[in-house]
């Protein structure tokens, strides 16, 4: 069955550097988004991407947040400066572009900020 | 400010009883409405979603929705203690391809 695949499952970093998360969607789907979750906390949509562009963010998604597709698979999330507060588990998701779609779901990678 | 509001239990009930979950929405334009099972430390996985009022079966799931009262529910028939989770319950405003709104979850503890 088709998966959307996370890299690293784990990052830890310290404070101030940046990161890179990767993502691998669903082949034939071509909306893609990054949501997070704070330990204990709802899951948050940060951006949806399509067509090589940002489609819509969310406040949490300052400028210290960008997203790319660097090639034809895979699709990044990187943050420039980390701080403390973006510890969570980043989920990648995506969907096929239409009505009544549904979203799956990677397995997330925890960020750990120290 | 859309908000999804869930108890977050949580819900104990006994193996092979039927477990019930809860979900309440303030858009009232809501179109497509999603539960997703997480369990601890994994990422969210789609059960079941729904679009028009009243109900739709899948399994041992029932989804029931009912767009006047801004109200969305999971019924699970013979609950597992594999069941053991925490249920989340999503809104889209649109049926197309806008973002989740996520509630909290419900965290379900079936007894064996």
């Known amino acids: 069955e088709p998966e959307v695949t996370q890299t690293p499952s784990h990052q830890v970093t310290q404070m101030g550097q940046e990161v890179i998360l990767r993502c691998v969607p669903i082949?034939?789907?071509?909306?893609f988004y990054w949501y997070r979750q704070i330990l204990g906390q709802k899951v948050e949509f940060l951006v949806s991407?399509?067509?090589?562009?940002?489609?819509?963010k969310s406040e949490i998604f300052d400028d210290q947040f960008s997203v790319e597709r660097p090639d034809g698979s895979n699709f990044t999330l990187k943050i420039r400066s980390t701080k403390l507060e973006d510890s969570a588990m980043y989920f990648c998701?995506?969907?096929?572009?239409?009505?009544?779609?549904?979203?799956?779901f990677g397995q997330g990678t925890r960020l750990t900020v120290v | 400010q859309k908000e999804v509001e869930q108890n977050s239990g949580p819900l104990s009930v006994p193996e092979g009883a039927i477990a019930s979950l809860n979900c309440t929405y303030s858009d009232r334009g809501s179109q497509s409405f999603f539960w997703y099972r997480q369990y601890s430390g994994k990422s969210p996985e789609l059960i079941m979603f729904i679009y028009s009022n009243g109900d739709k079966e899948d399994g041992r799931f029932t989804a029931q929705l009912n767009k006047a009262s801004q109200y969305v529910s999971l019924l699970i028939r013979d609950s597992q203690p594999s069941d053991s989770a925490t249920y989340l319950c999503?809104?889209?405003?649109?049926?197309?391809?806008?973002?989740?709104?996520f509630g909290k979850g419900t965290r379900l503890s079936v007894i064996a």
């Open positions: 998701a995506s969907s096929e572009v239409g009505m009544n779609t549904e979203a799956f």
């Open positions: 999503a809104v889209k405003s649109s049926s197309g391809n806008t973002p989740l709104v």
């Open positions: 991407f399509y067509n090589n562009e940002i489609s819509e």
């Open positions: 082949s034939n789907h071509l909306y």
